[in-house]
């Protein structure tokens, strides 16, 4: 069997994404206690402005000191698509229906996110999908699968279908968000629209929801929980769209599935939570299916990235 070569940049994004996943592990867990506190729509939309104007000043630095080249054509209109679809959108669908359904049913339809994004990567953006790759992607879905489902339930059918919705828009913001790198935008300039025009989406909603003044009730607990869940989000998109940058959306988004895997890690650390055997089998199953799809070469069906 031929040994596959890997490029600094494959690397770099390969562990890029890792990183990302350990975020989002950990995130699941800290995310559903938060929305439990605080009102859903404000906590994205106010981690989400935070986040914007970091990221606007991080783009802002990187172009004057020359360490970004300006794209031949800024395209506002797949920029403002990112913020209003992937930061906007997607994260009001998905934190409302974290209020309302389990955290395990929660991870489980949001890790459903990489069939989507394969199936749009390979339409779209022209990546070429390998036999390893789709074994890879096989073989942790089951494993998903068999370590949530002694956690699923017939209840809550609503917020599932919130879930659900927003991991479908994630998959095709990410698409969107792939593409315009692809075109030489750079991912700071992505990460900022994704968090900017997204907050600016979210407090509309909340300004036409009347849930304005709520603004105003908030608590310095409250506060800090906002700030705490800004600094995983922060981390989470810094490190997911550097990494997209080098690897295609396909293999990034299939590495996510380890998330799970960290958020049981972490429960049995922190919450003394006991290992069944259906998880312990999961987790290895999944763990496995990343080491195939790390393996994997980034690769388009026509040309290199």
């Known amino acids: 069997m031929k040994k596959v070569k ?14 990302t996943a350990i975020v989002s592990g950990f995130s699941i867990i800290a995310n559903k206690f938060f929305v439990v506190k605080i009102d859903p729509l404000l906590l994205t939309a106010m981690r989400g402005l935070g986040i914007g104007i970091i990221f606007f000043l991080i783009s802002l630095y990187f172009y004057r000191r020359g360490g970004c080249k300006k794209p031949k054509e800024r395209s506002w209109k797949a920029l403002l698509s990112i913020g209003i679809i992937g930061g906007g959108f997607a994260f009001w669908l998905f934190f409302t229906g974290l209020k309302m359904t389990l955290g395990g049913r929660a ?55 919130l879930i659900l919705g927003a991991t479908v828009l994630w998959a095709i913001e990410n698409t969107i968000s792939k593409k315009a790198m692809l075109n030489k935008e750079s991912n700071w300039m992505v990460t900022f629209s994704r968090m900017f025009f997204g907050s600016l989406v979210l407090f509309s ?3 036409l929801t009347g849930k304005i003044q709520l603004i105003a009730t908030l608590t310095s607990q409250q506060i800090l929980y906002i700030v705490i869940s800004g600094a995983l989000l922060f981390t989470y998109v810094l490190t997911w769209y550097w990494g ?32 069944l055997a259906t998880q312990l089998i999961g987790s290895i199953l999944i763990l496995i299916g990343a080491y195939l799809v790390i393996k994997t070469k980034s690769e388009r069906k026509l040309d290199e990235i």
């Open 107 to 161: 991870a489980f339809l949001h890790k459903t996110l990489p069939i989507y994004a394969l199936i749009l990567g390979f339409v779209f953006l022209k990546e070429k999908i390998t036999k390893q790759q789709l074994t890879a992607l096989g073989i942790m879905l089951i494993g998903l699968f068999i370590m949530e489902f002694t956690k699923l339930s017939a209840e809550i059918r609503m917020g599932d279908f």
């Open 205 to 207: 909603i909340i300004f």
């Open 6 to 19: 890997f490029s600094k940049n494959e690397i770099r994004g390969t562990l890029l994404v890792l990183l």
């Open 244 to 275: 997209l940058k080098y690897i295609n959306l396909s293999k990034a988004a299939t590495i996510l599935l380890i998330s799970p895997v960290i958020s049981l890690i972490l429960a049995v650390v922190w919450l003394g939570e006991q290992v």
